[in-house]
């Protein structure tokens, strides 16, 4: 069955290509509208030679990455049975500022500083806005309707991300499964590696919302979790698949008010659930009790090529709704520890980082900012915090490591709340200064404390099964205490000189030696950062 595209509130253009950009401070209302946006502004490149899905787009895209170059969209990709089109990483932030298009998609001035922006996704978090239900007619989601045999996954153009991969992916997208105990249904994003046309295997691991629902609930009762896979879905429903949201809220809630109006939902067409309106693509099905298929190796978001291939929760598909000429949104993982040139670390720190914040905030902790390490994508994060008493770091770092959205994060490093978390120098300085080896290292290491089995340095055998690895396996958990304590009155007696004079002795000492004063930014005083690695500033 299909219909002619829509694109609510703007028209589609004759060739289901993007629609008009969002005004200024206006959020993007689609995946589309969104590249609309980074057109205007000079950051996508359309890729009209083409290009096949089986490594050669994911390779263009990790050059585009790793040059901080422009989103590439591949308008034409061979062996594609359906005329869709790749997107690679489209929410990759640029290496000086990566919550830049972030901000950018949410309708917030992408020039924002770090805290800025921060405080403005947070502001928004604190106030979410019911979605809408749309009908089939106006979602354009809904364009193009295959079911049964018509359902094909292979006639779309999966990416074969990495050579090393066990198959092709579906690795940028928000999956919605109910919970069978109440109203409540859950956002996230959970890997599917495509196996035919009409099943794929789904990476869950206990530990987490939708694993959980599947392993404690379903399938104990031997009952099929009705599950639908939105690509492709507007900015601020994509990112909230990522966020640390509380068990039993509305995601879709969350996701207006981080947009700053409402969602619009459509009901699928197979199973009752709702999807967002926005999406390119929607594939409806079941996840099967008891049926497994092989998933993996993968390369991850920790750095490395993730194995051993495992059995993975099959998902059988019984619907593919989709938009003329789809989008297909999808991020280079995996390429090097270290490499955090991608979707997935640009949405860490622009928005589970946030969101994390706004948590231990709302829990009692008096947190400034926390922040992921921008080069260690889930694995490191840095909290700038008061220390209103003796014990509060570790039972903070106790409520941390044991609350489920902090499940793949091993490694904090606490500083003190003047000092920047998204800067590289200003916590290294913190590091050297602060962190005695003797006093402020703590280890958790119990066998209780929860943790995900995809970490390089568990063996094969040590992270267990799907099920299990999440508390068999052992565990790296630590923090750093690199707050000043009581070094602070010498800190702060370092730092007493007035900024203006630190920035004018700058300017004389570097006006002497030759250099071009316009060329050097001075306004940030001592602490302007410069980060090497880019030679750029962090801020």
């Not at 089986?54 to 005329?83: G, K, Y």
């Not at 106030?127 to 309707?145: F, Y």
């Not at 879905?233 to 995601?251: C, H, L, N, R």
Request: proline share 9%.
């Amino acid at each position: 069955m299909s219909r002619p595209n829509r694109d609510v509130g703007r028209p589609p253009r004759p060739d289901g290509g993007t629609v008009a950009a969002p005004g200024p401070e206006e959020p993007a209302g689609s995946l589309r509208a969104y590249l609309a946006g980074l057109e205007a502004a000079g950051e996508l490149n359309r890729i009209e030679t083409p290009v096949s899905w089986n490594l050669e787009a994911s390779a263009i895209t990790m050059l585009a990455n790793d040059r901080d170059d422009r989103v590439p969209v591949f308008e034409s990709v061979t062996e594609s049975e359906i005329p869709a089109r790749l997107v690679g990483d489209p929410y990759r932030g640029p290496r000086n500022r990566p919550w830049a298009r972030p901000a950018r998609a949410l309708g917030l001035p992408p020039d924002l500083d770090g805290e800025e922006y921060y405080e403005r996704v947070i502001d928004r978090l604190r106030r979410p806005i019911e979605p809408t239900i749309v009908d089939d007619e106006t979602a354009p989601c809904k364009a193009v309707i295959r079911r049964g045999s018509d359902a094909d996954l292979f006639a779309l153009p999966w990416p074969y991300i990495h050579a090393a991969d066990g198959g092709r992916y579906s690795n940028l997208h928000t999956m919605v499964a109910p919970d069978p105990d109440s109203t409540w249904t859950d956002w996230s994003s959970h890997r599917a590696m495509i196996q035919d046309g009409d099943r794929a295997s789904v990476l869950l691991l206990a530990g987490e919302q939708t694993p959980n629902l599947f392993y404690y609930r379903y399938e104990r009762r031997d009952e099929p979790m009705p599950v639908a896979i939105a690509v492709g879905v507007e900015p601020a429903a994509q990112f909230t698949a990522s966020m640390w949201i509380p068990t039993g809220s509305d995601e879709a809630a969350f996701a207006g008010g981080l947009k700053g109006e409402p969602i619009e939902l459509v009901e699928c067409t197979t199973n009752d659930l709702k999807v967002p309106a926005s999406a390119e693509l929607v594939i409806e099905g079941q996840i099967l009790p008891g049926e497994r298929l092989d998933e993996g190796p993968f390369g991850d978001y920790f750095g490395y090529m993730h194995g051993p291939r495992r059995s993975m929760p099959v998902l059988e598909v019984e619907a593919v709704t989709h938009r003329e000429q789809p989008l297909i949104p999808f991020c280079v993982e995996g390429s090097g520890v270290g490499y955090s040139q991608n979707t997935s670390s640009t949405t860490e720190v622009a928005c589970v980082g946030p969101d994390a914040t706004l948590g231990l905030r709302a829990a009692g902790y008096d947190v400034e900012r926390c922040v992921p390490w921008r080069f260690t994508p889930r694995t490191v994060y840095v909290v700038s915090t008061d220390v209103p008493r003796p014990g509060y770091l570790h039972e903070l770092a106790n409520f941390i490591f044991t609350t489920w959205g902090m499940l793949h994060v091993d490694f904090f490093v606490f500083v003190d709340p003047d000092v920047d978390p998204l800067s590289t120098r200003e916590v290294l300085e913190a590091l050297a200064l602060y962190a005695d080896p003797e006093e402020d290292f703590h280890q958790f290491g119990a066998e209780a404390m929860p943790k995900v089995p995809l970490n390089i340095y568990q063996t094969p055998e040590e992270k267990g099964d799907a099920e299990t690895g999440t508390s068999k396996s052992k565990t790296a958990k630590a923090y750093i205490d690199a707050t000043a304590g009581t070094d602070a009155a010498a800190r702060d007696g370092a730092r007493s000189v007035p900024d203006e004079q630190l920035r004018e002795r700058a300017r004389k000492i570097l006006s002497g030696a030759g250099v071009d004063l316009s060329t050097v930014d001075l306004a940030g005083g001592p602490n302007a950062d410069v980060d090497s690695a880019s030679g750029g500033t962090d801020r």
